[in-house]
């Protein structure tokens, strides 16, 4: 079992920027790829960022790259979303999750886990 909480969520104007941290603990952390996806109200959950268990391998939706880099910090158990150059469609709630393998992270699988998510809203 892995136990993920978010954190980092806000308001933010057009253009600024904001960086979601998610939490882990239970479980050794490491050996997780780790994905961020986000849902906008009346939207399906999409995904918008994914790193291997090594921090080697990375993926991005095509909406976010150049804008949003994720990361991580295996000893500190923690993945991050930094997001740079918000834009108004980039409001939603954002969840971190926990997957077995790298070319699991994008979609979602019965056995990944997942956070209670973090309101992001940017205004216009």
């Known amino acids: 079992q892995v136990q993920l909480v978010e954190s980092g969520g806000g308001l933010v104007q057009a253009g600024g920027s904001l960086r979601l941290s998610c939490l882990a603990s239970?479980?050794?952390?490491?050996?997780?790829?780790m994905g961020w996806f986000r849902q906008a109200p009346g939207k399906e959950r999409e995904f918008v960022a994914g790193?291997?268990?090594?921090?080697?391998?990375?993926s991005y939706a095509d909406s976010v790259k150049g804008r949003f880099t994720i990361s991580r910090d295996n000893p500190k158990s923690t993945v991050y979303l930094q997001m740079n150059s918000l834009k108004p469609e980039d409001t939603a709630v954002y969840y971190c999750?926990?997957?077995?393998?790298?070319?699991?992270?994008?979609?979602?699988?019965?056995?990944?886990?997942w956070g209670q998510g973090t309101q992001v809203t940017v205004s216009s």
């Open positions: 790193i291997s268990w090594r921090g080697t391998l990375l």
């Open positions: 999750k926990a997957a077995q393998s790298f070319d699991l992270v994008t979609a979602e699988n019965e056995d990944d886990y």
């Open positions: 239970g479980r050794a952390f490491g050996t997780y790829a």
